[in-house]
T-cell receptor, first 116, second 118 residues
Framework: GAVVSQHPSWVICKSGTSVKIECRSL??????MFWYRQFPKQSLMLMAT?????????EQGVEKDKFLINHASLTLSTLTVTSAHPEDSSFYIC????????????FGAGSRLTVL | AQKITQTQPGMFVQEKEAVTLDCTYD???????LFWYKQPSSGEMIFLIY??????QNATEGRYSLNFQKARKSANLVISASQLGDSAMYFC???????????????FGQGTTLQVKP
């Protein structure tokens, strides 16, 4: 149980285009999801907390207009990288709490974005 | 503000031997949770072990154990009987708060790359 599916697993796009990454909880409802970004050989940096039915909470230094997060249902959160540039190339990972108060988060398999 | 520090960028261990990966943390919240995750080259995050700040005993999960020293604010991961499949990046993480103040947010350390030699 507690599976999080992330799609696409990898994507290549041209500079200036927008890319949408989906994070779905398959067998549970997730009122809260988290989006992380990871550069090669580096740590996971929390970008934002996605809350179902309300605006996402962004971490300091993360551009909310650049990284649009939508959590329209209890099983789906999306991250849209708008007007992507090569410096946005990274590994994006989402995670969710399988139930309220759960200690351990479930992570998606990640999405590798390459912007040409 | 909470902080997690892993000072070993890379570690080597011989197959079948034990290895300790270091992790120190800093927080002013008396209630917190400490986690270790494994990230193989595929990128997925695999949960290994969890230790709550009020847990009296060190957590253990199979070959993994967490050496929790609260006064020293350290939460080292011990892997016993290393296997070739243990080669991966390992992250220590912390979550502040409990109950209603537990947002679920995790902050990660810099990671340690472990290589197991045959």
């Amino acid at each position: 149980g507690a599976v999080v599916s992330q799609h696409p697993s990898w994507v290549i796009c041209k500079s200036g285009t927008s890319v949408k990454i989906e994070c779905r909880s398959l067998d549970f409802q997730a009122t809260t999801m988290f989006w992380y970004r990871q550069f090669p050989k580096q740590s996971l940096m929390l970008m934002a907390t996605s809350n179902e039915g309300s605006k996402a909470t962004y971490e300091q230094g993360v551009e909310k207009d650049k990284f649009l997060i939508n959590h329209a249902s209890l099983t789906l959160s999306t991250l849209t990288v708008t007007s992507a540039h090569p410096e946005d190339s990274s590994f994006y990972i989402c995670s969710a709490r399988p139930r309220a108060g759960a200690n351990v988060l479930t992570f998606g398999a990640g999405s590798r974005l390459t912007v040409l | 503000a909470q902080k997690i520090t892993q000072t070993q960028p890379g570690m080597f261990v011989q197959e079948k031997e034990a290895v300790t990966l270091d992790c120190t943390y800093d927080t002013s919240d008396p209630s917190y949770g400490l986690f270790w995750y494994k990230q193989p080259s595929s990128g997925e995050m695999i949960f290994l072990i969890y230790q709550g700040s009020y847990d009296q005993q060190n957590a253990t999960e199979g070959r993994y154990s967490l050496n929790f020293q609260k006064a020293r604010k350290s939460a080292n991961l011990v892997i016993s009987a290393s296997q070739l499949g243990d080669s991966a990046m390992y992250f220590c993480a912390m979550r502040e708060g409990a109950g209603s103040s537990n947002t679920g947010k995790l902050i990660f350390g810099q990671g340690t790359t472990l290589q197991v030699k045959p």
